[in-house]
Protein backbone atom coordinates (compact mmCIF):
# COMPACT_ATOMS: atom_id res chain seq x y z
CA UNK A 1 0.00 0.00 0.00
CA UNK A 2 1.33 3.39 -0.73
CA UNK A 3 1.91 5.01 2.51
CA UNK A 4 0.05 8.17 3.42
CA UNK A 5 3.22 10.11 4.45
CA UNK A 6 7.43 9.54 3.82
CA UNK A 7 9.74 11.04 5.45
CA UNK A 8 13.24 10.43 4.72
CA UNK A 9 16.30 11.27 6.60
CA UNK A 10 14.68 14.71 8.28
CA UNK A 11 16.95 16.28 9.81
CA UNK A 12 16.22 19.71 12.17
CA UNK A 13 19.46 21.56 14.04
CA UNK A 14 18.77 24.00 16.30
CA UNK A 15 21.77 26.39 16.31
CA UNK A 16 24.11 23.83 16.27
CA UNK A 17 22.42 21.56 18.58
CA UNK A 18 20.61 18.39 16.83
CA UNK A 19 17.04 18.24 17.43
CA UNK A 20 16.58 15.69 14.64
CA UNK A 21 18.86 13.21 12.74
CA UNK A 22 17.98 11.22 9.72
CA UNK A 23 14.43 10.23 10.97
CA UNK A 24 12.81 8.13 8.25
CA UNK A 25 9.54 6.18 8.42
CA UNK A 26 6.41 5.77 6.55
CA UNK A 27 3.02 6.23 7.83
CA UNK A 28 -0.28 4.73 6.76
CA UNK A 29 -3.83 5.16 6.24
CA UNK A 30 -5.87 3.58 9.01
CA UNK A 31 -3.13 2.90 11.19
CA UNK A 32 -2.27 4.48 14.65
CA UNK A 33 1.36 4.93 15.06
CA UNK A 34 2.87 6.23 18.23
CA UNK A 35 6.29 8.34 18.56
CA UNK A 36 7.50 7.37 21.98
CA UNK A 37 10.78 8.48 23.86
CA UNK A 38 12.40 10.33 26.25
CA UNK A 39 12.04 13.83 27.85
CA UNK A 40 13.79 16.06 24.46
CA UNK A 41 14.34 13.18 22.09
CA UNK A 42 12.78 15.58 19.56
CA UNK A 43 9.02 13.80 19.27
CA UNK A 44 7.01 17.46 19.30
CA UNK A 45 9.80 18.41 16.72
CA UNK A 46 9.43 15.92 14.65
CA UNK A 47 5.66 17.14 14.53
CA UNK A 48 6.49 20.59 14.09
CA UNK A 49 8.92 19.28 11.26
CA UNK A 50 6.02 17.28 9.57
CA UNK A 51 3.34 20.34 10.08
CA UNK A 52 5.87 22.76 8.83
CA UNK A 53 6.43 25.08 12.49
CA UNK A 54 9.82 24.44 12.05
CA UNK A 55 12.36 24.18 8.84
CA UNK A 56 13.73 21.06 8.33
CA UNK A 57 17.49 20.89 7.60
CA UNK A 58 18.05 17.69 5.29
CA UNK A 59 15.85 15.12 4.40
CA UNK A 60 11.90 15.61 2.37
CA UNK A 61 8.26 14.88 3.49
CA UNK A 62 6.21 13.71 1.00
CA UNK A 63 2.30 13.40 1.91
CA UNK A 64 0.19 11.21 -0.39
CA UNK A 65 3.14 11.48 -3.14
CA UNK A 66 3.68 15.30 -3.22
CA UNK A 67 6.11 16.57 -1.00
CA UNK A 68 4.96 19.11 1.84
CA UNK A 69 8.57 19.93 2.75
CA UNK A 70 9.20 23.67 2.84
CA UNK A 71 5.49 24.52 2.93
CA UNK A 72 4.04 26.95 5.77
CA UNK A 73 1.88 25.09 8.11
CA UNK A 74 -1.64 26.55 6.45
CA UNK A 75 -0.71 24.94 3.09
CA UNK A 76 0.29 21.57 4.60
CA UNK A 77 -2.92 21.83 6.99
CA UNK A 78 -5.13 22.63 3.70
CA UNK A 79 -3.42 19.54 2.39
CA UNK A 80 -4.99 17.24 5.03
CA UNK A 81 -2.17 16.80 7.56
CA UNK A 82 -3.63 18.50 10.83
CA UNK A 83 -2.19 18.63 14.30
CA UNK A 84 -3.08 19.53 17.80
CA UNK A 85 -0.39 21.04 20.22
CA UNK A 86 0.79 20.15 23.67
CA UNK A 87 -0.31 22.62 25.70
CA UNK A 88 -3.86 22.56 24.24
CA UNK A 89 -4.24 24.65 21.04
CA UNK A 90 -7.79 25.80 21.31
CA UNK A 91 -8.97 29.67 21.35
CA UNK A 92 -9.89 29.75 24.91
CA UNK A 93 -12.14 33.08 24.72
CA UNK A 94 -14.79 31.29 21.81
CA UNK A 95 -16.82 29.24 22.29
CA UNK A 96 -16.60 25.38 21.66
CA UNK A 97 -19.07 26.08 18.21
CA UNK A 98 -16.91 29.28 17.08
CA UNK A 99 -13.46 26.82 17.97
CA UNK A 100 -14.95 24.42 15.48
CA UNK A 101 -16.28 27.23 13.02
CA UNK A 102 -12.65 28.01 12.76
CA UNK A 103 -11.74 24.72 12.36
CA UNK A 104 -14.46 24.52 9.67
CA UNK A 105 -12.58 27.94 7.91
CA UNK A 106 -11.26 26.47 4.79
CA UNK A 107 -14.56 24.80 3.98
CA UNK A 108 -16.81 28.03 4.49
CA UNK A 109 -17.22 29.59 1.13
CA UNK A 110 -18.04 32.96 1.50
CA UNK A 111 -15.88 35.84 -0.21
CA UNK A 112 -14.93 39.03 2.03
CA UNK A 113 -17.46 41.52 -0.20
CA UNK A 114 -19.85 38.98 0.60
CA UNK A 115 -19.20 38.78 3.86
CA UNK A 116 -18.98 42.71 4.20
CA UNK A 117 -21.99 43.46 2.91
CA UNK A 118 -23.88 40.68 4.00
CA UNK A 119 -25.05 38.80 1.14
CA UNK A 120 -26.60 36.24 0.70
CA UNK A 121 -24.37 33.63 -0.32
CA UNK A 122 -21.97 34.52 2.34
CA UNK A 123 -25.11 33.93 5.10
CA UNK A 124 -25.76 30.43 3.77
CA UNK A 125 -22.12 29.48 3.45
CA UNK A 126 -22.13 30.45 7.15
CA UNK A 127 -24.98 29.22 8.12
CA UNK A 128 -24.06 25.49 6.38
CA UNK A 129 -20.56 26.08 8.76
CA UNK A 130 -22.93 26.11 11.80
CA UNK A 131 -25.27 23.46 11.16
CA UNK A 132 -22.21 21.11 10.62
CA UNK A 133 -20.28 22.56 13.08
CA UNK A 134 -23.39 21.97 15.91
CA UNK A 135 -23.53 18.00 14.40
CA UNK A 136 -19.75 17.73 14.63
CA UNK A 137 -20.26 18.72 18.44
CA UNK A 138 -23.25 16.68 18.86
CA UNK A 139 -21.96 13.48 17.44
CA UNK A 140 -19.26 13.54 20.68
CA UNK A 141 -21.75 14.40 23.11
CA UNK A 142 -20.35 17.89 23.12
CA UNK A 143 -23.73 19.66 22.05
CA UNK A 144 -24.82 20.96 25.55
CA UNK A 145 -21.32 23.08 25.68
CA UNK A 146 -21.41 24.33 22.56
CA UNK A 147 -22.01 27.64 22.83
CA UNK A 148 -19.70 28.15 26.56
CA UNK A 149 -16.46 29.46 26.11
CA UNK A 150 -14.12 27.21 26.16
CA UNK A 151 -11.66 28.44 29.05
CA UNK A 152 -14.68 27.71 31.16
CA UNK A 153 -14.74 23.32 29.64
CA UNK A 154 -13.46 21.03 31.84
CA UNK A 155 -9.82 19.87 30.76
CA UNK A 156 -11.39 16.53 29.11
CA UNK A 157 -14.04 18.53 27.51
CA UNK A 158 -11.21 20.43 26.21
CA UNK A 159 -9.48 17.90 24.94
CA UNK A 160 -12.26 16.70 22.99
CA UNK A 161 -13.40 20.02 21.43
CA UNK A 162 -9.62 20.69 20.13
CA UNK A 163 -9.74 17.04 18.51
CA UNK A 164 -13.31 17.59 16.78
CA UNK A 165 -11.87 20.77 15.68
CA UNK A 166 -8.81 19.43 13.99
CA UNK A 167 -11.09 16.54 12.28
CA UNK A 168 -13.72 19.15 11.19
CA UNK A 169 -12.24 19.04 8.04
CA UNK A 170 -11.91 15.04 7.59
CA UNK A 171 -7.97 15.12 7.18
CA UNK A 172 -6.41 12.35 6.03
CA UNK A 173 -3.84 12.61 9.04
CA UNK A 174 -4.17 13.68 12.15
CA UNK A 175 -0.60 13.94 14.25
CA UNK A 176 -1.91 13.96 18.04
CA UNK A 177 0.38 15.48 20.83
CA UNK A 178 -0.10 14.01 23.97
CA UNK A 179 -4.00 13.88 23.59
CA UNK A 180 -4.50 12.08 26.97
CA UNK A 181 -2.07 14.63 28.43
CA UNK A 182 -3.96 15.77 31.71
CA UNK A 183 -7.26 13.13 31.37
CA UNK A 184 -8.83 10.62 34.16
CA UNK A 185 -7.91 7.51 33.44
CA UNK A 186 -11.82 6.89 32.33
CA UNK A 187 -11.28 10.00 29.95
CA UNK A 188 -7.93 8.47 28.76
CA UNK A 189 -9.93 5.43 27.71
CA UNK A 190 -12.67 6.76 25.97
CA UNK A 191 -10.05 8.92 23.98
CA UNK A 192 -7.98 6.06 23.39
CA UNK A 193 -10.88 4.43 22.05
CA UNK A 194 -12.13 7.48 19.87
CA UNK A 195 -8.77 7.67 18.27
CA UNK A 196 -8.95 3.86 17.42
CA UNK A 197 -12.47 4.41 16.16
CA UNK A 198 -10.72 6.69 13.70
CA UNK A 199 -8.29 5.15 12.65
CA UNK A 200 -10.48 1.78 11.75
CA UNK A 201 -13.89 2.88 11.29
CA UNK A 202 -12.84 6.04 9.26
CA UNK A 203 -9.59 5.10 7.83
CA UNK A 204 -7.79 8.19 9.26
CA UNK A 205 -3.94 7.57 9.57
CA UNK A 206 -2.99 8.73 13.36
CA UNK A 207 0.34 9.60 14.81
CA UNK A 208 0.18 10.22 18.43
CA UNK A 209 3.35 11.37 20.74
CA UNK A 210 2.08 9.46 24.09
CA UNK A 211 4.26 9.06 27.65
CA UNK A 212 2.06 6.43 28.98
CA UNK A 213 3.14 3.26 28.39
CA UNK A 214 0.59 0.69 28.75
CA UNK A 215 -1.87 2.99 26.78
CA UNK A 216 1.11 3.03 23.51
CA UNK A 217 1.27 -0.79 23.63
CA UNK A 218 -2.39 -1.32 24.14
CA UNK A 219 -3.26 1.45 21.24
CA UNK A 220 -1.22 1.91 18.70
CA UNK A 221 -0.31 -0.74 15.72
CA UNK A 222 3.13 0.57 15.08
CA UNK A 223 5.99 2.29 17.53
CA UNK A 224 8.40 4.38 16.67
CA UNK A 225 10.94 5.06 19.12
CA UNK A 226 12.71 8.49 18.79
CA UNK A 227 16.46 8.94 21.28
CA UNK A 228 18.59 11.83 21.36
CA UNK A 229 16.67 12.94 17.87
CA UNK A 230 17.15 9.40 16.17
CA UNK A 231 15.12 6.88 15.46
CA UNK A 232 16.26 4.01 17.55
CA UNK A 233 13.43 1.18 17.00
CA UNK A 234 10.49 0.80 14.77
CA UNK A 235 7.94 -2.31 15.10
CA UNK A 236 4.51 -3.92 16.68
CA UNK A 237 3.79 -3.18 20.26
CA UNK A 238 5.02 -6.97 20.92
CA UNK A 239 8.45 -6.02 18.80
CA UNK A 240 9.51 -3.00 20.90
CA UNK A 241 8.71 -4.81 24.20
CA UNK A 242 11.09 -7.27 23.05
CA UNK A 243 13.95 -4.79 21.66
CA UNK A 244 16.66 -4.21 24.21
CA UNK A 245 17.87 -1.06 22.92
CA UNK A 246 14.64 0.10 23.49
CA UNK A 247 14.66 -1.13 26.91
CA UNK A 248 17.71 0.46 27.75
CA UNK A 249 17.78 3.85 26.42
CA UNK A 250 14.36 4.20 27.13
CA UNK A 251 12.68 2.66 29.31
CA UNK A 252 15.56 2.66 31.78
CA UNK A 253 15.49 -1.41 32.74
CA UNK A 254 17.33 -4.83 31.12
CA UNK B 1 -37.51 17.31 3.45
CA UNK B 2 -34.78 20.05 3.28
CA UNK B 3 -32.03 18.60 3.50
CA UNK B 4 -29.77 22.04 4.27
CA UNK B 5 -32.48 22.83 7.08
CA UNK B 6 -30.95 24.56 9.61
CA UNK B 7 -31.76 23.15 13.09
CA UNK B 8 -34.14 25.13 14.81
CA UNK B 9 -32.31 26.04 18.29
CA UNK B 10 -33.77 29.14 19.20
CA UNK B 11 -31.11 31.72 17.88
CA UNK B 12 -29.95 33.87 20.47
CA UNK B 13 -28.07 36.11 18.36
CA UNK B 14 -31.05 37.51 16.55
CA UNK B 15 -32.04 39.49 19.48
CA UNK B 16 -28.84 41.57 19.02
CA UNK B 17 -30.83 43.46 16.68
CA UNK B 18 -31.98 45.94 19.45
CA UNK B 19 -29.12 47.31 18.43
CA UNK B 20 -30.68 48.54 15.10
CA UNK B 21 -33.04 50.59 17.38
CA UNK B 22 -30.95 52.71 18.50
CA UNK B 23 -30.16 54.79 14.99
CA UNK B 24 -33.49 55.10 14.51
CA UNK B 25 -34.14 56.83 17.56
CA UNK B 26 -31.25 58.67 17.75
CA UNK B 27 -32.69 60.97 13.96
CA UNK B 28 -34.88 62.48 16.43
CA UNK B 29 -31.59 64.51 17.90
CA UNK B 30 -31.28 67.50 16.49
CA UNK B 31 -34.95 68.38 17.01
CA UNK B 32 -34.04 68.58 20.66
CA UNK B 33 -29.98 69.38 20.67
CA UNK B 34 -28.57 72.65 20.64
CA UNK B 35 -25.94 73.64 18.20
CA UNK B 36 -23.47 73.09 21.41
CA UNK B 37 -25.10 69.41 22.51
CA UNK B 38 -25.57 68.37 18.96
CA UNK B 39 -21.57 69.05 18.52
CA UNK B 40 -20.57 66.69 21.41
CA UNK B 41 -23.01 64.41 19.56
CA UNK B 42 -21.31 64.82 15.96
CA UNK B 43 -17.64 64.28 17.99
CA UNK B 44 -18.99 61.05 19.78
CA UNK B 45 -19.97 59.50 16.52
CA UNK B 46 -16.24 60.34 15.23
CA UNK B 47 -14.67 58.68 17.93
CA UNK B 48 -17.36 55.54 17.70
CA UNK B 49 -15.42 55.08 14.78
CA UNK B 50 -11.98 55.51 15.64
CA UNK B 51 -12.68 53.36 18.77
CA UNK B 52 -13.87 50.82 16.58
CA UNK B 53 -10.87 50.47 14.21
CA UNK B 54 -8.68 50.80 17.00
CA UNK B 55 -10.70 48.63 19.38
CA UNK B 56 -10.10 45.68 16.19
CA UNK B 57 -6.40 46.09 16.48
CA UNK B 58 -5.93 46.02 20.16
CA UNK B 59 -9.26 43.99 21.06
CA UNK B 60 -9.82 41.57 18.14
CA UNK B 61 -6.36 41.04 16.93
CA UNK B 62 -4.44 41.66 19.96
CA UNK B 63 -1.80 43.30 19.26
CA UNK B 64 0.07 46.58 20.86
CA UNK B 65 -0.21 48.74 17.82
CA UNK B 66 -1.05 52.31 18.56
CA UNK B 67 -0.73 53.82 14.73
CA UNK B 68 -4.39 54.32 15.27
CA UNK B 69 -4.55 58.32 16.26
CA UNK B 70 -2.07 58.62 13.33
CA UNK B 71 -4.32 57.14 11.13
CA UNK B 72 -7.09 59.36 12.51
CA UNK B 73 -4.65 62.43 12.20
CA UNK B 74 -3.67 61.05 8.16
CA UNK B 75 -7.65 60.59 7.57
CA UNK B 76 -8.41 64.31 8.76
CA UNK B 77 -5.47 66.12 6.81
CA UNK B 78 -5.74 64.11 3.55
CA UNK B 79 -9.76 65.46 3.56
CA UNK B 80 -8.70 68.58 4.90
CA UNK B 81 -5.64 68.89 1.78
CA UNK B 82 -8.23 67.47 -0.98
CA UNK B 83 -10.66 70.20 0.32
CA UNK B 84 -8.49 73.17 0.69
CA UNK B 85 -5.57 73.14 -2.40
CA UNK B 86 -7.69 71.23 -4.96
CA UNK B 87 -11.60 71.62 -4.25
CA UNK B 88 -12.58 67.81 -4.20
CA UNK B 89 -16.15 67.37 -3.06
CA UNK B 90 -16.32 66.38 0.57
CA UNK B 91 -17.73 62.62 -0.66
CA UNK B 92 -14.86 62.09 -2.67
CA UNK B 93 -12.53 63.11 -0.21
CA UNK B 94 -13.57 60.77 2.21
CA UNK B 95 -12.81 57.94 -0.36
CA UNK B 96 -9.74 58.99 -0.29
CA UNK B 97 -9.51 59.28 3.54
CA UNK B 98 -10.65 55.63 3.82
CA UNK B 99 -8.28 54.68 1.04
CA UNK B 100 -4.87 56.55 2.43
CA UNK B 101 -6.02 55.04 6.18
CA UNK B 102 -6.31 51.98 4.67
CA UNK B 103 -2.40 52.29 3.29
CA UNK B 104 -0.94 53.75 6.23
CA UNK B 105 -2.87 50.63 8.02
CA UNK B 106 -1.02 48.37 5.54
CA UNK B 107 2.47 49.96 6.28
CA UNK B 108 1.79 49.29 10.42
CA UNK B 109 0.68 45.52 9.61
CA UNK B 110 4.21 44.58 8.07
CA UNK B 111 5.40 45.62 11.43
CA UNK B 112 3.61 43.59 13.22
CA UNK B 113 4.56 40.67 10.21
CA UNK B 114 7.55 40.92 10.50
CA UNK B 115 7.80 39.87 14.00
CA UNK B 116 7.69 43.39 16.27
CA UNK B 117 5.32 42.28 18.87
CA UNK B 118 4.50 43.57 22.33
CA UNK B 119 6.31 46.80 23.51
CA UNK B 120 8.17 46.84 20.53
CA UNK B 121 5.28 47.11 18.32
CA UNK B 122 3.91 49.70 20.65
CA UNK B 123 6.94 52.02 20.56
CA UNK B 124 7.59 51.92 17.32
CA UNK B 125 4.19 52.76 16.48
CA UNK B 126 3.73 55.71 19.11
CA UNK B 127 6.93 56.95 17.41
CA UNK B 128 5.08 56.69 13.73
CA UNK B 129 2.81 58.93 14.96
CA UNK B 130 5.02 61.38 17.04
CA UNK B 131 6.85 61.45 13.47
CA UNK B 132 3.29 62.52 11.78
CA UNK B 133 3.27 65.06 14.28
CA UNK B 134 6.37 66.50 13.23
CA UNK B 135 5.33 66.25 9.83
CA UNK B 136 2.08 68.25 10.09
CA UNK B 137 4.20 70.56 12.01
CA UNK B 138 6.99 71.24 9.87
CA UNK B 139 5.16 70.97 6.65
CA UNK B 140 3.91 74.26 7.09
CA UNK B 141 3.89 75.17 3.42
CA UNK B 142 0.73 72.85 3.25
CA UNK B 143 -0.12 72.35 6.76
CA UNK B 144 -0.11 76.08 8.31
CA UNK B 145 2.02 74.36 10.91
CA UNK B 146 0.69 74.83 14.59
CA UNK B 147 -2.29 77.05 13.15
CA UNK B 148 -3.76 74.44 12.21
CA UNK B 149 -5.54 73.91 8.25
CA UNK B 150 -8.52 76.00 7.96
CA UNK B 151 -11.01 74.35 6.43
CA UNK B 152 -13.80 75.79 3.25
CA UNK B 153 -17.33 74.84 4.09
CA UNK B 154 -18.05 71.56 3.00
CA UNK B 155 -21.26 69.52 1.62
CA UNK B 156 -22.18 66.25 0.98
CA UNK B 157 -23.46 65.62 -2.01
CA UNK B 158 -25.92 68.54 -2.33
CA UNK B 159 -26.04 68.67 1.75
CA UNK B 160 -24.09 71.93 2.62
CA UNK B 161 -22.49 71.08 6.23
CA UNK B 162 -22.96 74.65 7.28
CA UNK B 163 -24.71 73.71 10.76
CA UNK B 164 -23.96 70.73 13.22
CA UNK B 165 -27.91 69.04 12.11
CA UNK B 166 -27.02 68.07 8.77
CA UNK B 167 -23.39 66.95 9.78
CA UNK B 168 -25.13 64.91 12.43
CA UNK B 169 -26.94 63.18 9.52
CA UNK B 170 -24.34 62.55 7.11
CA UNK B 171 -21.95 61.45 10.23
CA UNK B 172 -24.53 59.23 11.45
CA UNK B 173 -24.83 57.57 7.89
CA UNK B 174 -21.62 56.88 7.65
CA UNK B 175 -21.33 55.49 11.17
CA UNK B 176 -23.64 53.33 10.80
CA UNK B 177 -22.94 51.62 7.48
CA UNK B 178 -18.99 51.18 8.57
CA UNK B 179 -19.93 49.86 11.89
CA UNK B 180 -22.33 47.57 10.28
CA UNK B 181 -19.94 46.36 7.88
CA UNK B 182 -17.18 46.01 10.79
CA UNK B 183 -19.96 43.92 12.41
CA UNK B 184 -20.52 41.90 9.53
CA UNK B 185 -16.72 41.35 9.09
CA UNK B 186 -16.26 40.17 13.00
CA UNK B 187 -19.27 38.18 12.79
CA UNK B 188 -18.19 35.88 10.14
CA UNK B 189 -14.97 33.39 9.33
CA UNK B 190 -13.02 36.46 8.91
CA UNK B 191 -13.47 37.72 12.27
CA UNK B 192 -12.92 34.29 13.67
CA UNK B 193 -9.56 34.00 12.00
CA UNK B 194 -8.99 37.61 13.75
CA UNK B 195 -9.52 36.42 17.42
CA UNK B 196 -8.10 33.07 16.61
CA UNK B 197 -5.27 34.50 15.99
CA UNK B 198 -4.89 36.54 19.11
CA UNK B 199 -6.17 33.43 20.78
CA UNK B 200 -2.98 31.26 19.29
CA UNK B 201 -1.03 32.22 16.02
CA UNK B 202 -0.12 28.67 15.53
CA UNK B 203 -3.27 26.76 16.48
CA UNK B 204 -5.01 29.50 14.12
CA UNK B 205 -2.17 28.33 11.33
CA UNK B 206 -2.78 24.50 11.57
CA UNK B 207 -6.19 25.04 10.67
CA UNK B 208 -5.45 26.37 7.39
CA UNK B 209 -5.51 29.82 7.83
CA UNK B 210 -3.10 31.97 6.31
CA UNK B 211 -2.34 34.29 9.51
CA UNK B 212 -0.20 37.10 7.58
CA UNK B 213 -3.38 37.66 5.87
CA UNK B 214 -5.53 38.36 8.31
CA UNK B 215 -3.45 40.24 10.08
CA UNK B 216 -2.99 42.74 7.15
CA UNK B 217 -6.79 42.87 6.81
CA UNK B 218 -7.40 43.62 10.29
CA UNK B 219 -4.45 46.62 10.16
CA UNK B 220 -6.48 47.98 6.52
CA UNK B 221 -9.49 47.24 7.47
CA UNK B 222 -8.50 49.07 11.23
CA UNK B 223 -6.51 51.87 9.07
CA UNK B 224 -9.65 52.57 7.03
CA UNK B 225 -11.94 52.59 9.50
CA UNK B 226 -9.80 55.06 11.42
CA UNK B 227 -9.41 57.37 8.11
CA UNK B 228 -13.11 57.94 8.05
CA UNK B 229 -13.45 59.22 11.13
CA UNK B 230 -10.29 61.67 10.32
CA UNK B 231 -12.19 62.76 7.84
CA UNK B 232 -15.43 63.46 9.51
CA UNK B 233 -13.20 64.75 12.57
CA UNK B 234 -11.83 67.75 9.40
CA UNK B 235 -15.11 68.68 8.62
CA UNK B 236 -16.56 68.62 12.60
CA UNK B 237 -13.87 71.02 13.72
CA UNK B 238 -13.15 72.78 10.44
CA UNK B 239 -9.63 73.32 11.27
CA UNK B 240 -7.31 70.68 11.39
CA UNK B 241 -4.31 70.64 14.26
CA UNK B 242 -1.55 69.01 14.45
CA UNK B 243 -2.12 68.66 18.50
CA UNK B 244 -5.77 66.89 18.07
CA UNK B 245 -3.14 63.69 16.78
CA UNK B 246 -0.60 63.97 19.62
CA UNK B 247 0.42 61.42 22.64
CA UNK B 248 -2.37 62.62 25.12
CA UNK B 249 -5.19 61.66 21.96
CA UNK B 250 -3.66 58.20 21.73
CA UNK B 251 -4.05 57.78 25.80
CA UNK B 252 -8.24 58.87 24.99
CA UNK B 253 -8.27 56.07 22.62
CA UNK B 254 -6.63 53.70 24.42
CA UNK B 255 -8.84 54.73 27.62
CA UNK B 256 -12.33 54.89 25.06
CA UNK B 257 -11.29 50.99 23.84
CA UNK B 258 -10.64 49.77 27.67
CA UNK B 259 -13.98 52.07 28.82
CA UNK B 260 -15.82 50.61 26.49
CA UNK B 261 -14.73 46.99 26.61
CA UNK B 262 -12.01 45.54 24.27
CA UNK B 263 -12.83 43.03 21.59
CA UNK B 264 -16.17 44.34 21.67
CA UNK B 265 -17.46 46.94 18.74
CA UNK B 266 -21.07 48.34 20.74
CA UNK B 267 -18.05 48.58 23.67
CA UNK B 268 -16.21 50.87 21.40
CA UNK B 269 -19.57 52.96 20.94
CA UNK B 270 -20.35 53.14 24.93
CA UNK B 271 -16.20 54.07 25.38
CA UNK B 272 -16.70 56.86 22.70
CA UNK B 273 -19.73 58.19 24.28
CA UNK B 274 -18.32 57.84 27.83
CA UNK B 275 -15.66 59.44 27.00
CA UNK B 276 -16.23 62.47 24.74
CA UNK B 277 -19.57 63.35 26.94
CA UNK B 278 -17.23 63.26 30.20
CA UNK B 279 -14.77 65.77 29.52
CA UNK B 280 -17.87 68.01 28.05
CA UNK B 281 -19.65 67.72 31.14
CA UNK B 282 -16.61 68.55 33.15
CA UNK B 283 -16.11 71.45 31.42
CA UNK B 284 -17.99 73.41 34.38
CA UNK B 285 -15.72 72.93 36.94
CA UNK B 286 -12.73 74.68 35.07
CA UNK B 287 -9.18 73.50 36.41
CA UNK B 288 -10.41 70.64 37.68
CA UNK B 289 -12.28 69.35 34.98
CA UNK B 290 -8.97 66.48 33.71
CA UNK B 291 -8.59 65.81 37.74
CA UNK B 292 -12.35 64.42 37.45
CA UNK B 293 -11.84 63.01 34.02
CA UNK B 294 -9.07 60.67 35.51
CA UNK B 295 -10.90 59.77 38.40
CA UNK B 296 -13.95 58.40 36.14
CA UNK B 297 -11.86 56.69 34.26
CA UNK B 298 -9.35 54.94 37.25
CA UNK B 299 -13.41 53.92 38.71
CA UNK B 300 -14.62 52.86 35.92
CA UNK B 301 -11.68 50.56 34.98
CA UNK B 302 -11.34 48.92 38.65
CA UNK B 303 -15.20 48.52 39.14
CA UNK B 304 -15.80 47.17 35.56
CA UNK B 305 -12.13 45.55 34.56
CA UNK B 306 -13.93 44.62 31.12
CA UNK B 307 -15.40 47.96 30.65
CA UNK B 308 -19.09 49.39 30.04
CA UNK B 309 -20.16 46.58 27.94
CA UNK B 310 -20.15 43.96 30.96
CA UNK B 311 -23.01 46.19 32.11
CA UNK B 312 -24.70 44.75 29.07
CA UNK B 313 -23.31 41.00 29.58
CA UNK B 314 -24.94 41.30 32.52
CA UNK B 315 -28.24 41.60 31.66
CA UNK B 316 -28.24 39.26 29.24
CA UNK B 317 -25.62 36.35 27.72
CA UNK B 318 -27.49 37.84 24.15
CA UNK B 319 -25.31 40.65 24.72
CA UNK B 320 -22.13 39.06 24.92
CA UNK B 321 -19.48 39.40 21.74
CA UNK B 322 -20.19 36.19 19.32
CA UNK B 323 -18.29 35.45 16.48
CA UNK B 324 -20.66 33.79 14.14
CA UNK B 325 -23.61 34.90 12.40
CA UNK B 326 -27.23 32.67 12.23
Do not use: C
Not at chain 2, 134 to 152: A, C, F, I, M, N
Not at chain 2, 285 to 314: A, N, Q, T
Amino acid sequence: MEPLLKVQGVSVNFSGLKALANVTFDAHAGEVRAVIGPNGAGKTTLFNAISGYVPSTAGTIYFKGTPIHGLAPHDISIKGVRRTFQNGGLFLELTALENILAGLHVHIDSSFMGVVLGLREAREAEREGIARARRLLDLMDLGAIADTPVKDLSGGQQRMVEIVRTLATEPPLLLLDEPVVGLSPPMRDRMMEIIRRLAGEEGIGIILIEHIIDLVMSGSDVIVVLSSGEVIAEGTPDEIRQNREVLEAYLGHA
Amino acid sequence: MNETKIPSTPSMTKWRRVYYLIPVVALVIPFFANEYLLWVVNAILVYTLVTVGFNLILGNLGQLAFANTAFFGIGAYTTAILMVYFDVPYFLAIVVSTVVGGIAGFLASVTALRGIRLYYLAIITLAFGELMRWVYLHGDKVTDGSDGLLLPKASFFWIPLDSEAPKFYVFLLLTVIVVKATSNLMRSKIGRAIVAIRDNESATASLGIHTARYIVLAFVWSGSVVGIAGAMFAVLTERVLPEAFGLTEVIIHFGMVLVGGTGSIVGSVLGAIALTALPEYFRQFPGMDELFFGIVIVLILLFLPKGLISLLHRISPVFQERYYRD
